[in-house]
C-alpha cells in the first residue's frame, strides 16, 4: 500500500477503528463516525469511559477489539499519536489516520518503518466525500 494514498486507504478499507470517537453531536468525531457508517463501512468506536456511539458498543483500546482492523482513525492530540501508532502496528491495522489538524512526526515515523499506510492532518469523511463520492 502506498503510505500516504488516502483514496487507497479508504477503498480498501472495510473496518475502521475510530479512536476518540465522541457520544456528544457537536464533536467532529460524532459527525465523521456517522458518515462512515453510513457509506457502509464497519466503525468501531475506541474509548474507555463511554458505553457506545451510534449504538455501537466502544472498544477501551484497540486491543480488545477482536476482528481484524483495516484503519486506525485517530480523533485524539498529538502527544497521544505515537503511542496509537504503536498499538495500531501491534494489532495488525493496515493504515493509521491522523484527523485534521492533527501532525505527528513520530507517529509517521512509527507507521513508516512498519510499513502501514499513513495520513495526517486530513479528514476521512472528506476524503470520502471528494474523492469516493466523484
Not at 479512536?19 to 465523521?32: F, K, L
Not at 484503519?71 to 491522523?98: I, M, P, S, Y
Request: net charge neutral.
Amino acid at each position: 500500500m502506498t503510505a500516504h494514498d488516502p483514496l487507497r486507504i479508504l477503498r480498501d478499507a472495510k473496518t475502521i477503528a475510530i479512536v476518540g470517537a465522541s457520544p456528544r453531536q457537536g464533536r467532529p468525531s460524532h459527525g465523521v463516525m456517522r458518515y462512515l457508517m453510513q457509506q457502509g463501512y464497519r466503525c468501531i468506536p475506541v474509548r474507555p469511559d463511554c458505553a457506545a456511539v451510534h449504538g455501537v458498543p466502544c472498544a477501551p483500546t484497540l486491543f480488545d477489539i477482536e476482528e481484524p482492523i483495516d484503519l486506525v482513525d485517530v480523533f485524539r492530540r498529538r502527544e497521544f499519536c505515537e503511542a496509537h501508532a504503536r498499538e495500531a502496528v501491534e494489532v495488525g491495522a493496515k493504515a493509521l489516520w491522523l484527523q485534521l489538524g492533527i501532525v505527528s512526526p513520530a507517529a509517521r515515523a512509527v507507521a513508516e518503518s512498519a510499513g502501514i499506510g499513513y495520513v495526517e492532518d486530513a479528514c476521512t469523511a472528506v476524503f470520502h466525500a471528494r474523492g469516493l463520492q466523484s
